[in-house]
């Protein structure tokens, strides 16, 4: 993308945050959408309309308009789709595999894209070794991903069950329940971990340009590493998805958090770099376990917290609409920490960053865990 419409990080970064506006406004409608309507049509009618625009991006548009394209995109991606996906997945994992149904959701989306992805490095790089063109190379690789979307429309259309969907309500009622999400404490500490969580996710996209930057390796080396890694995600978000349910998904949670500001850490540390190169893959490897072990579960803490069924949209969009605001800032913020320090002090400065995010989502699960003892305790008392 920066070689082939020949933007800086800082631009990639605003383009990026221009998506995140749009998807920050579409959570919270998107939410109330997903109550009241099937998410079979909802999720079909989002691919279908994203595809469109992956076509539009393979003809390559001028800088200016990827910014109308990643907005039209917040809009397709979000508006009919998360909230219905999340909830669809809540209704189908009960009261007791909470842990498992979004384990099984994150893990099964991640082999999917970590397929997808191999198969992209391997069109990316025969197209290269035909063209030895870099244009060609992305156009292919955005083709395969457009087609690919568009299909699973079609699958999806032919195979999710369309579930009764409940009376909408009153006007009082409608209020009401909107009442129940802004007033409950343990939404606003669940978002709270989605964002620290969402941060780590993100920080996930720049290992590419670390390894080619401060690692010396090449575009294919990199883009290697990140299919391979990637495999990480079923099998972290499936274990992660059992044990939340043997033991609390708070528990977990709080555990993946530690774990990935200690990795974080180390990579900011001077001698990260000068120690070989088998000890910094292996703890690149253990940040995206614990980050894609986060993002497995943390929509499971729904369920722990006791929140009505009737009201998971509404909670799903105050939670998005705050847990996902790293949309806008994040690849802006990190893409100027790495303008600034271009090299490994630039990434020096960015992973002691995520280092404190993660400490900081770590007091938020811990807080939420408090929370919910208390209510507990009041409850049986």
Same mark, same amino acid.
């Given at each position: ?7 800086? @990080? ?8 221009? %998506? ?6 579409? %959570? ?36 200016? /308009? ?14 009919? $789709?998360?909230?219905?996906? &999340? ?32 198969? =992209? ?8 070794? @035909? ?8 156009? =292919? ?30 006007? #009082? #009622? ?31 996209? @720049?290992?590419?340009?670390? #390894?080619?930057?401060?690692?010396? /390796? ?9 299919? %391979? ?30 774990? #990935?500001? =200690? ?15 088998? $000890?910094?893959?292996? @703890?690149?490897? &253990? ?31 105050? &939670? ?8 806008? $800032?994040?690849?802006?913020?990190? *893409? ?6 271009? *090299? ?15 400490? /900081? ?21």
């Amino acid at each position: 993308m920066l070689e082939v419409f020949g933007l800086s @990080n800082t631009q990639l970064g605003d383009i990026f945050a221009v %998506y995140g506006v749009v998807a920050l406004l579409a %959570y919270f409608p998107g939410g109330a959408i997903a109550d009241r309507y099937s998410a079979r049509a909802l999720m079909t009618l989002s691919l279908v309309a994203t595809a469109l625009g992956g076509f539009y991006l393979a003809t390559l548009p001028p800088p200016p /308009m990827l910014y109308l394209l990643f907005a039209y995109w917040g809009l397709t991606s979000i508006l009919l $789709f998360w909230a219905a996906l &999340i909830k669809a997945t809540r209704d189908w994992g009960g009261q007791h595999t909470q842990g498992l149904a979004f384990g099984v959701l994150d893990g099964g989306r991640g082999l999917v894209a970590s397929v997808l992805a191999t198969l =992209a490095m391997l069109l990316l790089g025969a197209r290269l070794l @035909n063209t030895g063109s870099d244009p060609q190379g992305l156009v =292919a690789v955005v083709l395969f991903y457009s087609v690919i979307t568009l299909l699973t429309a079609a699958v999806l259309w032919c195979t999710l069950p369309t579930p009764r969907i409940g009376p909408v309500g009153s006007p #009082a #009622a409608i209020q009401s329940s909107w009442r129940r999400v802004i007033t409950e404490p343990s939404v606003w500490l669940q978002a709270g971990v989605v964002i620290c969580a969402y941060c780590g996710y993100k920080s996930l996209d @720049n290992y590419g340009l670390y #390894a080619v930057e401060v690692l010396d /390796m090449t575009h294919l080396e990199s883009a290697a590493l990140n299919a %391979y890694a990637s495999y990480a995600r079923p099998v972290a978000a499936i274990a992660a998805g059992i044990w939340a349910d043997r033991w609390r998904t708070s528990g977990v949670v709080t555990v993946a958090f530690l774990c #990935a500001a =200690a990795a974080y850490s180390w990579l900011g540390l001077d001698v990260a770099s000068a120690l070989p190169r088998t $000890f910094l893959l292996a @703890n690149i490897l &253990i940040t995206f376990c614990a980050v894609y072990a986060l993002r497995g579960i943390y929509f499971s803490l729904l369920e722990e917290a006791g929140l009505e069924r009737g009201i998971t949209g509404r909670a799903v969009g105050l &939670i998005s609409v705050l847990g996902f605001t790293p949309d806008i $800032f994040f690849a802006a913020v990190t *893409g100027r920490i790495l303008d600034a320090n271009p *090299g490994a002090t630039g990434f020096q400065h960015y992973f002691l960053l995520i280092a404190l995010i993660c400490t /900081m989502g770590m007091l938020c699960t811990l807080a939420l865990s408090r929370q919910l003892a208390r209510h507990t305790k009041r409850c049986a008392g």
